[in-house]
C-alpha cells in the first residue's frame, strides 16, 4: 500500500475522543469494531468522565496518552471538534477523523473552518478525513475508525473490493449490496466534505494494495482530478478496474450535492470525457456498482462484443437479442461449421442459429447445455455467453446445467453469464460459481459493460509532440478581434475563408474584386465578440457597390456603440455540406477541453455536441461523434456524399494542440461555423473567437 495515508489506512495507534461506551453510539462503533475485527494495534478512549470504555483505559485528554497516537477520531461537535483537530496538529498526529457535521456544508463559517483544516494539512503533514463523514474501515487489519451500522446488520469479510466514497451513506450501501451478493470487501472509507483527503487520494493509496482487485467509488464532485489521473494510470498497469458513480448530473442534483457534502459539482460531459480519456467506466447508482463485482473478479476481459445466447424459450431468445442491441453487443454471426456441429445436439424443430434455441428438448435432455457450449466456444466470432433460463424446476437437472456451464467457463476462460429468476434455478449455477443475475437486462448490461471497459484500459493513452509556442497579440481586452482569432488558429494550422480587413471602403472594393463574391463583410471589434446580435454581419453580397454600403454602414454602427474600430472584414462565402463547431476552453478542474458538434446558429440550443480531454487521436474524434445526433449525417443521407470528418478530426486535433500551446493564456475558442464538405473535400473555418484567460 502506498505510504501515503499510512497513518489512516494502518495505523499502529488509535484514539477516540468522546469514546462511549455504548456500542451503538457514535463515540463506542469504533472501539467496538476494531476490538471484534482483528484489529492489533493500540487502543486509547478518551472521554474526561469515564475512567474506562469498554473494557479499555480511557484517558481525560489527549495530552494525557502515553504517546502520540498515529490517528485519532474526533467525535464530538462543533467548537469542541474544531478545538480537537488544532490540539491534534499541535501534538504532531498522522492523521485525524472528523466525524462532526454541520461545517462547509452549512454555511461559509463552516467552509471557513475546513479551509483552516487544509492549511494545517499543508503546514504539519497532518491529513484530515472530513468533516461530515462515516469514517474509514480497513478488514485487512480492523482498522475501523467509523461508525456505519452496516457492519452490524451484514457481517464483514475481507476481500478483494475497496468502496471510496464521499458519502457515508453510499459507501455503507455499496458494502451491503457487496456482501448480500457474496462478495468481500477489504475498505469501505467514507471521505465526507473532503476539507483535505480526497476520494482521488484514497484510491491513489488503496490501489497500491495488492490483493484489491476491484475499485469502485462514489463521488458529487472530482476533487483533485490528476490525482485521480494517476490512479487511474497506475491502475492500467496491475489491471485493477476502476467503475465510478458521479453524483450531480442534472442541475438539482448538483444542487443537492452542492448541500449535502458542499462540493462544487463538476460539469458533467467533462466529467463523462474525463472518465473516458481515463480508462474509468461510469455507472449511474450505486446499484450499478455492485451488480458487475462479480464479473470484474471473475476475470472477464472480452476482447469484442460479439455475443452467443442460448435459452430453452425462443421468446426469451427474441427478448435478448433486444436487450443486446439497446447495450450495445452484437450477435455473434456462427460459421455454418459451428451451426452444424449445434445441430447434432439439438431436435429437427430447434434453433441452431444465434440466438440459439434449444427448446423445451431440455426436460428430456439435460445435458443438451453441455453439449451445445463446447461446440460454440471454438466459433471465432463468440466472445461472450448469455444462458437464459425463464423456466425449469422439477423434472430438469439443473445441477447438472450449473455444472456444464461452469466448466465451459473454466476451459475456455470466456465469460459467461445467466439470467434465472427461479431462486431454485439461481441458486444452483451460483454454487458452481456462475455469474447469476435476475433477468436478460442486468446480466447483458453486465457483459457489455466489460467489454466496453476492457477495451477502454487497453487503449493507448494518446500522445502529441510539442507544439509550437503561442503567442497572443498585446491589448487590455478581453477577446481577440475576429482577424486577430483567424490568423492565430491559421497559424496552427487550422484552415480558415480567404478574407481580408479593411481600413477603407476602397480596400473593401479591392477585396471583393479580388475574391469575385460572393462575400460576407463583418464588422471587427475586439469590444463585440459576438457580432450577429449587433446586426453587424452581411452575408451574401454579389457586388462591390453592396460591399460599400456593408462597409460603411458597420463603420457607422461600431460609431454609434461607442466601441473600437479594428475595421471591417471582407471574407468569401465558403461552399461545403454542413456546419459544425469546434470549440474549446480552459477547465478550471481538467484543464484544456476540446468539444466538437453539430454548428450554425443553433448550437447553442441544440447543444449536440462531444467533449474530449486532451491529448486525443483523430479516431477518438470520430468515436464521439458517431455518438451525437448528427451522426446519420456523416455518412451521407438522401443522395449525399459522405462528409470528410477526417478533416473535421484535424481541426479538433489542431484546436486542442492550441489550447495545449498557450499554456493558459487562451480562456476558451470557438470556431463556429466550420464548413465541412465531402470526403476529401476538407474543413474550413469561416468564423472564430478566440478569449483570453485572465491575468
Known sequence: MSDLLESALNPRSVAIIGASEQPNKIGGRPIYYMERHGYQGRIYPINPSRTQVQGLKC???????????????????????????????????????????GFGEVDEAGRAVQRHWAELARKTGMRVYGPNTHGLANFGNGAIAGFSTMFIEVPPMDGPVAVLSQSGGMSAMVYGLLRGRGLGVRQVHATGNEADVTV??????????????????????????HVL???????????????????????RGQQAASSHTGALANEDRVVDAFFRHHGIFRVRDPHALALAAEAYLKGWRPQGRNLVVISNSGAS?????????????????????????????????????????????????????????????????????????????????????????AQFERQTGKPVAVSAWQESVAAAFRAQ???????????????????????????????????????????????LNEAQSLALVAQHGIPVVFHQLCQTEAQARQAFARM??????????????????????ALNLHSADQV???????????????????????????????????????????????????????????????????????????????????????????????????????????VGRLMVGAEGQIASIDLNPVMVGATGVGAMVLDGLIERAPA
Open 433 to 479: 460459481g456462475v455469474a447469476t443475475f435476475a433477468n436478460e437486462t442486468e446480466a447483458l448490461t453486465v457483459l457489455s459493460q466489460v467489454a466496453v471497459h476492457t477495451a477502454m484500459m487497453c487503449k493507448p493513452y494518446a500522445t502529441w509532440p510539442p507544439g509550437e509556442a503561442v503567442v497572443l497579440p498585446a491589448s487590455t481586452q478581453p477577446f
Open 59 to 101: 484517558y481525560p485528554s489527549l495530552a494525557a496518552l502515553p504517546e502520540v497516537p498515529e490517528l485519532v477520531i474526533v467525535v464530538v461537535a462543533g467548537q469542541n471538534a474544531v478545538a480537537a483537530v488544532q490540539e491534534c496538529a499541535d501534538l504532531g498526529v498522522g492523521a485525524v477523523v472528523v466525524m462532526a457535521s
Open 516 to 537: 469575385g463574391g460572393p462575400v460576407v463583410v463583418k464588422a471587427c471589434s475586439a469590444e463585440v465578440p459576438h457580432k450577429s446580435e449587433h446586426g453587424l454581419v
Open 317 to 405: 431468445c427474441v427478448m435478448a437479442a433486444d436487450v443486446a442491441e439497446e447495450v450495445g453487443l452484437e450477435l455473434a454471426r456462427l460459421a455454418p461449421a459451428t451451426e452444424q456441429a449445434v445441430a447434432k445436439s439439438l431436435p429437427g424443430f430447434a434453433t441452431t442459429s444465434n440466438p440459439i434455441d434449444i427448446t423445451a428438448a431440455l426436460l428430456s435432455n439435460s445435458g443438451l447445455f453441455g453439449e451445445v457450449l463446447p461446440a460454440v466456444a471454438t466459433d471465432p466470432t463468440a466472445d461472450m455467453f448469455f444462458i437464459n433460463i425463464p423456466v425449469a424446476g422439477a423434472g430438469y437437472d439443473v445441477d447438472r446445467f450449473a455444472r456444464d456451464a
Open 229 to 251: 489521473a494517476r490512479t487511474a494510470a497506475y491502475a492500467r498497469t496491475r489491471d485493477l478496474p476502476i467503475i465510478a458513480v458521479k453524483a450531480g448530473r442534472s442541475t
Open 200 to 225: 482521488a487520494e484514497m484510491a491513489w493509496a488503496v490501489a497500491h494494495d495488492p490483493d484489491v482487485k476491484l475499485l469502485l467509488l462514489y463521488m458529487e464532485n472530482i476533487a483533485k482530478p
Open 548 to 654: 460599400a454600403v456593408a462597409f460603411n454602414e458597420q463603420c457607422n454602427k461600431l460609431g454609434a456603440m461607442g466601441v473600437s474600430k479594428d475595421g471591417v472584414l471582407v471574407a468569401a462565402m465558403h461552399k461545403g455540406l454542413h456546419e459544425f463547431m469546434v470549440g474549446a476552453r480552459l477547465d478550471p478542474d481538467f484543464g484544456p477541453v476540446v468539444v466538437v458538434g453539430a454548428g450554425g446558429k443553433y448550437v447553442e440550443a441544440l447543444k449536440d455536441y462531444a467533449v474530449l480531454l486532451t491529448p486525443f487521436t483523430a479516431e477518438d474524434v470520430k468515436v464521439a461523434l458517431r455518438g451525437l445526433r448528427i451522426a446519420p449525417l456523416l455518412e451521407g443521407v438522401r443522395g449525399e456524399p459522405a462528409l470528410d470528418v477526417d478533416a473535421l478530426a484535424n481541426v479538433a486535433i489542431s
